[in-house]
């Protein structure tokens, strides 16, 4: 479980970087998305760490946590396209200069 959470903080921190870094490049608040999302999944992430038992005998920690993995999926790929579609625009100013 330690190296799992190690990984997963070094895997977080490098996201985070990445986002920071690609925001100052683009200015784009999409840029940002990454570092947010880490963030919502290190929250919702507690929910598997401080176990509870279930409320009403139906929700428990496990499955909020898979409801709280839910937006992070879209808003995930949503950044994956404009990622894509501003290094697409990159590439291609640059192939004009060339």
């Given amino acids: 479980m330690t190296a799992n959470?190690?990984?997963?903080?070094?895997?977080?921190?490098?996201w985070t970087y990445f986002s920071w870094t690609r925001w100052r490049e683009t200015g784009q608040t999409w840029a940002i998305w990454p570092s947010m999302l880490v963030a919502w999944i290190m929250?919702?992430?507690?929910?598997?760490?401080?176990?509870?038992?279930?409320?009403?005998?139906?929700?428990d920690a496990h499955s909020l946590?898979?409801?709280?993995?839910?937006?992070?999926?879209?808003?995930?790929?949503?950044?994956?396209?404009?990622?894509?579609?501003?290094?697409?625009?990159?590439?291609?100013?640059k192939e004009i200069k060339a």
């Fill in 5 to 14: 959470l190690v990984v997963g903080m070094v895997h977080n921190l490098l």
């Fill in 43 to 59: 929250l919702v992430m507690s929910l598997e760490l401080l176990d509870f038992p279930p409320l009403w005998g139906a929700l």
């Fill in 65 to 93: 946590w898979h409801l709280g993995t839910i937006a992070p999926a879209v808003l995930w790929y949503n950044f994956m396209i404009m990622d894509s579609l501003d290094l697409a625009k990159q590439a291609k100013i």
